[in-house]
Structure formats: structure tokens, C-alpha cells
């Protein structure tokens, strides 16, 4: 079998494909059969979080990996014990040819309080079935012989192989530390595990024994290479020294030991796992799998300043990567380019921050170590990921290296203020409510209804509650439902729906009579072109995320959206703005399936015949046991539970009008459905009217003519500036031929007519240029605000240490206002302009004051 990708396509709830049974867990779950019953791959993973996140020790040691390769066979109701074990020792011993004498095996002990024997049968086979050393078979506790898929579910015994890889291998620094199996150093390393799937825990937690039994083994490959190659290190296998060479190459540092190795093997390691991640779907981000792969970026890119890099590089490594694994792996030189662009504007957007952040932690670091207390604080750790996008991880790598220990507790608690201060606003009107019934919430019946008769269940200050609705509560980006609910007694104006529990809320106000009773009949009928409008936005957003993903690859998901009756926006992952040929394409795609006129239908079914089906979940969701799938006739499935058109050609047409970015990696576009379309393209073309008016051409030709005017815009742009430079040179030698003295020093003070700063400060280049020896002030009234230029020679800052800011600053004074800059150059604005000429009057004081405060110095 192929490796299934390391970005889950049918698991919402995993972020990475993290062992080789993940593509088969619905055959062990027993809702899949197997196409074969033997099957052997080598599978992608990637573990970065959970219980397998060892990130602190990549790099730091020589054998974790955030992206390795496991290689596994697995039987399904077809072999087991006996064959498994005989297989293994053959692949071991005879075909890769490892001494038998340093192979150790373990078998599980088994529990008497589960009423699990030791697994003899295995044990056995170990004795029967291969030559191994007899004291070599080892039995061990639950911890390490008995593995389980989850609380409940398939499990079974195990049985690892372990090989003795001599006393040198040993990286215990424990005195007490003796070299064993599972003793936890790097001597006796655990080959291959063989996994025994016969029993499922149920519910309750009890052990049943499964009428079809299955195997499932997996041995690290990289492991495997290292051992092979009598390598110490899994780095200093084939698999990544063409890496390391190339780190080697880019850098102009060697391979050692020491951080700058330690930078080697994270970055070695880091650009495996981005590149395959990125290549399967996935981008770096601000949630989930996204901010992962960010932390891993931001990971390696400030172990790159460990080796010097203070620019992008490590998108370089992508080439040697493909040309290494790409024949067992093509996606990585199919999407090579893509891969490397995409790293590379995530080096560039964390670089633009990272020396500034490392700049600040150190300063944070240097005040804890003067405090006496080996604690980095958890605010500062805040501000580092809030204001330049370090990861928690990140720092407390840092910190580490420091021997200072971060406050995750204080970050943590700045971090859930952020996340109170996000939602209050947005939160606080509608958690407050508390509804009180006993009947189990409300029923919606608006994807079939319109109107509906119903009962209230209570009414309080503007807000209505029903025991059934056709009212839409705000979910999944779609806005709330807007209409009335009345009877012969009162009417209520509803303005928005949202779901309070397990209760539809409508908001509003009582517009005609009595506020309703709890038990009163009314009628409850939605705004029908309001809702209308807003299914043609929400359908369209399913076929604008089929289109992204057409055009643009697949690693484009959702990432939020908002659907309104007058608009929609999409939110989704991409690292660059879309260029005007892909926007068209969206639209043509988009435009064409309308036009199509296809089927949209929904049903409600259990969450694995959805996936079965290929229907798409977002990451990130929580789905139920049973789920609502939305597909549009040979187009797409997805699951979904707004209200939608009924084809798509209800929709009429689609525009998107806007494109932005609004967080890194996260694009949005803007687009309108319907009616709107066309009054858009209506005010556009009324626009484009008027333009050509203004230009005296007719509509399509307003492009060339606005090049022509912006021409010659530019043509005269720089006539007035040549006659400008000649106004100024007449200005200046009349400023030259009366200049004054402030003791021995030469000083030009006046107001000059200028049109903006750029003037002013021309004019005292060219006095600057020609005074030879001297200081210029100059003030001009620009936009009604005072402007004035300083200009110092670079004999009378070196000889009798005037500065033009210390001198613009003072003069700025006399007119309340400020300013600063060069020693040769500065510019300071005020804001009152009749004192202009006091502050001018003042330049000679102001430079004896200077000069007589550098002789006290």
C-alpha cells in the first residue's frame, strides 16, 4: 500500500498521520473492510504534539524525529503470532544480516487484574519459531508490552525487538544507571514492534477477545538506517547527510558538535517535516495543524541565527530534499516550487520580527538573572508570542539555554485574558441567559419550512424562545434568521437567532400588543428573501472553496467564513495574494457550476458513511455520531448544517470584490451572489461612465487615455520640479550674500516659500553645499504648519561639536514645537506659525548656548 498523507483526509480530529495504523483504525473499528488481508507500506508520519511531542529533544539527541518514516506489514484476520515473529527474525537476521547474539525480544507479562495471562503463545513462538537466545526473551509490565488504540476499542499484547548496539552507545549520565531493555538509554534501542490485536476494551472497560484477530508492526525506519549503516547517530546516516552538506554549503559553518550542531540536525530535522506536511495540504498558520508547522519554522529559523543566517535560507534545503526522497515520495518534486515559496514567505514574515524578539528576550533574560530567581516571566514570555510571534516553545528553548526555567502558569493566564477580552464583547449579551424547560430544547424545522405554528416557551426583555422554529440560529459563519412571530394578540420583530444551549433564541422587540405567555400559540415565519439571499451566499461558499482548491492546490481549507444575505466572505489558507488570472478562474469555475443549474440536496447519516462517501469535514470541527451532508450534484460534499439553494442556479451569479490577507498564511475574499452581482457591476460600469467623461473617450478606451494624462501628468511633474531647483538656486544666493556671525561661526537663519519638506530640505543642502564653513536654519509655512531645516557643516560638527537636531530642537521650541535628526541635517515642525520669525530671531543665541555648554563640558 502507498503511505496515506501525513494531513489526515478524513479525521478532523488528528492533526498529523502519527503512526502506520491511522489509514487502517476504521478496519480495526470494523467500519471498513479490507481490500487485502496482508498489506505491508511505509508510512509518513509526523509527531509534534499529544503524548508523542519529544520536540524539546530534536536536534539534542540522535535519534527523535518530528517527521519519520514507519515501516509496517499487517495481517487482517489472516496470520499472526507464529508468522509474524518468523518473518521479523528472517527480515533481522538473514536478509539484513544482524547478529542474533544482540537481539533481544520482549513478550508481555500479562495482568491478572484484567484477566490477561502472560503471553506465553508469543513467547513461545519466540523459542520454536527462531534461534534467538532463550535468555534473551524478556517479559515486561502493561507500560511497555500492551498496546491500546484509545479508552476503549481494539488492543492487545505486543512484542519489541531490541538490539544491543554495545557499550559506546550508552548517553546515560546516571551513576546508578545500568545498561538494559527499556532502560531508557541509547544502547538497547527498539527495532521493530510487533502488535497482537486481539481483544477489544468496551465501555465499561472490560476485556472481550475479538472473533477476527490482527497484526499490526512497525519499525522506524531512520532507526533502521542508522542501525544498518553501524552509525552512531540517526543523523549521520544517508538520510541526512546530503541535508547536512547543504546546511553545510549554505551557511559556510562545518558539522560539529556543540549548538551550531544541534542548529544542523533541527533544521535537517524541521525541513523534512515542513516539506511533507506542506506537500500533502497543509500550511503554516495560527491554529491547529497551521501553527505546528509555524512553530516548527519559527523553530528552525532561529536556529539558523545560532549559525549566522539573518536571511532566508532554509527554503533552499527544499531541492536536496526532493532529489534525495522524491522518487519513493513524487509529491516532493511535483510541488517542489510550491513547497519552497511557501517556506519562504514564512522565513521572510517571522524574520522581519525575530532579531527584534531576540533582542528583547535577551534584555527579559539578563533582568531574571539579576533578580536571583531562575525564572524567565510569564508576561514577557506573552508579549514575545503576541507582539513577535514566538512560540511558548520557542522561549522556553531559549530560556533553557540560559538555565531559566519560563512561567508557563503567567502565560497561560495572559493568554486566557487575551482570549476573555476576544469574546466578551461578542459573548456577553447572550450567555447570560437561562431558559428554564424541561422538554429538551428547541426543534428547527427551517430546512423544510418557512413558517411554523409553535408554543412559547418563555419571553423575556426582547428575547423569544419556542418550542419549534423555522428560525435559523447563527452557526458555521451564516447569520441569524430575521422575521416576526405573532398571533391575534401581539407581534414580535425578530432581529437575529442564536442557539443558547440546547434552546433557538430569537431577539427582538414586541412591535403590537402584550409580551406572550409561556404555552401560547403563535406563528413563527421567517424574512423569505432575506433567508433566500442569504442560502444563495452560503451554497456559493462551497462551490468558492471546490474552486480554491481546483485553481490553487490542494492545500487550501477553510478557515472561516461569514455568510450574510447581502455578502459573503471566505477565509482560507494560502501564502500569497491571488493574482488577477487566478481570481478570473475562480469565477469562470464558479460561474459555470451556477449556469449548470446542478442539484444541491443534503441528508443526515452516520459520520463515517459521510466520509465514506468522500463528503469533506472541517479541521478543527466537532462533529457527532451523526452529521448533515450537503452535496452538490457532481461537484462536491461537504458537511454542513446551514440552510442552502435547492440548485445552484438559484444563486444567478457570483463576483468576488475584494481579496486581502488577513493573518499570515490566511487569505480572504470578499463576494457577492444575486441581485447584488449585478448592481455592483451596475455602479462599476456607471463609474467607469463617468470616467470616460472626465477623460472625453469613450468606455473602453478610459485605460489608454489614463496612461496618456498620467504621462504627461509625470512630464510636467518634473518641469515644475526643474523650475523649482532654478527658484531655489536664486534663493539661495541671495541668502548667501548676507550671511551673519554667532561668535566665529557663520549662520544663515530665514523663511523660504516652499511646497513641502522636500523643498526645505533641498534648499539646505544647496546652502550646505556652498556655505563652505557655517550652520542654516530655514522655516517655511507649509499646510498651515510651521516646517524648519538645520544644516551643519562637517567642519563645524567635527570641530566644535554643533549638531543640526540639538539646534532645530531649541529653535523649534520658541515656535511650540519639536524635532531632531542628523548632525548635518534635521527637520523639526511646530504648530505656531506667527512665531516663526521669533524662533528664527533666536539662532544666534541658540548657538552660543550650544557652543558655550560643549566648553563646560
Known amino acids: 500500500m502507498p503511505s496515506a498523507p501525513v494531513v489526515p483526509q478524513d479525521d478532523p480530529t488528528l492533526l498529523f498521520t502519527n503512526a502506520g495504523m491511522n489509514q487502517f483504525k476504521d478496519i480495526f473499528l470494523a467500519t471498513r473492510q479490507a481490500s487485502h488481508p496482508r498489506v505491508a507500506d511505509s508510512q509518513k508520519c509526523i509527531r509534534v504534539s499529544g503524548k508523542h511531542n519529544d520536540l524539546e529533544q530534536v536536534g539534542r539527541d540522535t535519534y527523535h524525529h518530528t517527521f519519520f ?24 537476521t538473514e536478509v539484513w544480516k544482524l547478529p542474533k547474539d544482540r537481539l533481544y525480544v520482549t513478550v508481555y507479562e500479562g495482568d491478572e487484574a484484567e484477566g490477561v495471562p502472560r503471553d506465553d503463545e508469543a513467547a513461545n513462538h519466540w523459542k520454536n519459531q527462531t534461534d534467538i537466545d532463550p535468555s534473551h526473551i524478556l517479559a515486561f509490565d502493561k507500560k511497555d508490552n500492551f498496546w491500546e488504540m484509545g479508552d476503549t476499542g481494539p488492543c492487545g499484547p505486543c512484542s519489541e525487538i531490541h538490539i544491543d548496539r554495545g557499550e559506546g552507545f550508552c548517553d546515560s549520565s546516571d551513576d546508578d544507571h545500568v545498561c538494559r ?152 518534486v511535483e510541488r517542489r516550487d510550491y513547497i519552497a515559496r511557501v517556506i519562504k514567505a514564512e522565513e521572510e514574515s517571522f524574520g522581519r520580527t525575530l532579531d527584534r524578539g531576540i533582542e528583547i528576550f535577551e534584555q527579559k533574560a539578563a533582568a531574571a538573572r539579576k533578580t536571583g530567581h531562575a525564572v524567565f516571566p510569564g508576561k514577557d514570555a506573552f508579549i514575545l508570542h503576541d507582539t513577535y510571534g514566538f512560540p511558548l516553545d520557542l522561549t522556553q528553548l531559549m530560556a533553557a539555554e540560559k538555565n531559566l526555567t519560563v512561567d508557563s502558569a503567567e502565560f497561560n493566564s495572559e493568554m486566557e485574558r487575551q482570549r476573555q477580552r476576544s469574546s466578551k464583547l461578542k459573548d456577553a449579551t447572550y450567555q447570560t441567559i437561562q431558559i428554564a424547560d424541561s422538554r429538551g430544547g428547541s426543534e428547527f424545522v427551517g430546512y423544510a419550512m418557512d413558517s411554523t405554528e409553535a408554543q412559547v416557551i418563555q419571553y423575556a426583555d426582547g428575547r423569544l424562545v419556542l418550542n419549534r422554529t423555522p428560525f435559523y440560529a447563527e452557526s458555521g459563519g451564516q447569520v441569524g434568521d430575521a422575521g416576526e412571530i405573532k398571533n391575534d394578540a401581539f407581534q414580535f420583530a425578530v432581529k437575529d437567532t442564536k442557539n443558547i444551549g440546547e434552546h433557538i433564541v430569537h431577539f427582538g422587540e414586541i412591535v403590537r400588543g402584550d409580551a406572550p405567555k409561556p404555552g401560547d400559540v403563535v406563528t413563527a415565519t421567517i424574512d423569505v428573501k432575506r433567508r433566500r439571499a442569504t442560502e444563495r451566499n452560503h451554497t456559493v461558499t462551497h462551490l468558492v472553496h471546490k474552486a480554491l482548491r481546483t485553481v490553487l492546490g490542494d492545500h487550501i481549507s477553510q478557515a472561516g467564513s461569514l455568510v450574510r444575505p447581502d455578502h459573503m466572505r471566505f477565509d482560507f489558507t494560502h501564502f500569497e495574494r491571488l493574482r488577477a488570472d487566478e481570481i478570473e478562474r475562480i469565477e469562470n469555475i464558479v460561474n459555470e457550476t451556477i449556469l449548470e443549474n446542478r442539484r444541491t440536496s443534503w441528508v443526515t447519516l452516520p459520520i463515517q458513511e459521510a466520509k465514506r462517501r468522500g463528503a469533506t469535514a472541517l479541521f478543527g470541527e466537532k462533529y457527532g455520531d451523526t452529521v448533515r451532508m450537503v452535496e452538490i450534484d457532481s461537484y462536491s ?34 463576494c457577492l451572489t444575486g441581485m447584488n452581482t449585478c448592481s455592483y457591476f451596475r455602479r462599476r460600469n456607471r463609474n467607469l461612465e463617468g470616467i470616460a467623461a472626465q477623460l472625453n473617450c469613450a468606455p473602453d478606451e478610459t485605460g489608454e487615455r489614463l496612461v496618456s494624462v498620467l504621462e504627461e501628468r509625470k512630464r510636467l511633474e518634473q518641469e515644475m520640479k526643474r523650475l523649482r531647483q532654478g527658484l531655489s538656486k536664486s534663493a539661495v544666493d541671495e541668502l548667501l550674500k548676507n550671511p551673519k556671525k554667532a561668535g566665529d561661526i557663520t549662520y544663515i537663519a530665514a523663511q523660504v516659500p516652499a511646497s513641502g519638506v522636500d523643498d526645505l530640505r533641498q534648499y539646505g543642502d544647496l546652502i550646505r553645499d556652498r556655505l563652505g564653513s557655517g550652520v542654516a536654519v530655514l522655516g517655511a509655512v507649509i499646510d498651515d504648519k510651521v516646517s524648519i531645516a538645520c544644516v ?49 530671531s533666536q539662532v544666534a543665541d541658540v548657538i552660543n548656548e550650544l557652543l558655550a555648554d560643549s566648553k563646560s563640558v
Request: charged share 25%.
Open 69 to 92: 518514516e514507519m515501516l509496517g506489514n499487517w495481517s487482517f484476520g489472516d496470520y499472526f503470532k507464529k508468522e509474524a515473529i518468523a518473518w521479523a527474525w528472517e527480515l533481522l
Open 181 to 332: 531493555v527499556n532502560s531508557g538509554c541509547a544502547r538497547f534501542i527498539e527495532l521493530w514492534n510487533l502488535v497482537f490485536i486481539q481483544y477489544n476494551r468496551d465501555a465499561s472497560g472490560t476485556l472481550q477477545p475479538l472473533p477476527a484477530k490482527h497484526v499490526d508492526t512497525g519499525a522506524g525506519f531512520e532507526r533502521l538506517v542508522a542501525v544498518l549503516q553501524g552509525v552512531k547517530s540517526n543523523y549521520d546516516s544517508d538520510i541526512f547527510t546530503p541535508l547536512l552538506e547543504q546546511i553545510a554549503a549554505l551557511t559556510g559553518k562545518g558539522y560539529t558538535d556543540g549548538e551550531e550542531g544541534v542548529a544542523f540536525r533541527v533544521i535537517a530535522d524541521h525541513i523534512r517535516a515542513l516539506s511533507f506536511a506542506i506537500a500533502d495540504g497543509a500550511i503554516p498558520g495560527n491554529e491547529g495543524r497551521g501553527y505546528v508547522l509555524r512553530r516548527l519554522l519559527r523553530r528552525a529559523a532561529r536556529f539558523g541565527r545560532v549559525l549566522e543566517m539573518h536571511e532566508p535560507f532554509i527554503y533552499k534545503l527544499v531541492d536536496s530534499l526532493s532529489a534525495e526522497m522524491g522518487q519513493a515520495y513524487p509529491e516532493l
Open 637 to 670: 460534499k461537504e458537511l454542513c448544517g446551514g440552510t442552502h439553494v435547492r440548485s445552484t442556479g438559484e444563486i444567478g451569479g457570483f463576483a468576488i470584490i475584494n481579496e486581502t490577507s488577513v493573518a499570515a498564511g490566511i487569505r480572504r475574499i470578499e
Open 792 to 840: 551643519v557643516t562637517h567642519d563645524i560638527i567635527r570641530k566644535r561639536g554643533l549638531k543640526a537636531g540639538d539646534i532645530v530642537r531649541k529653535v523649534a521650541a520658541f515656535a511650540d514645537g519639536g524635532g531632531g535628526g542628523a548632525p548635518h541635517l534635521a527637520l523639526a515642525g511646530a504648530k505656531n506659525v506667527e512665531k516663526l520669525p521669533l524662533a528664527l
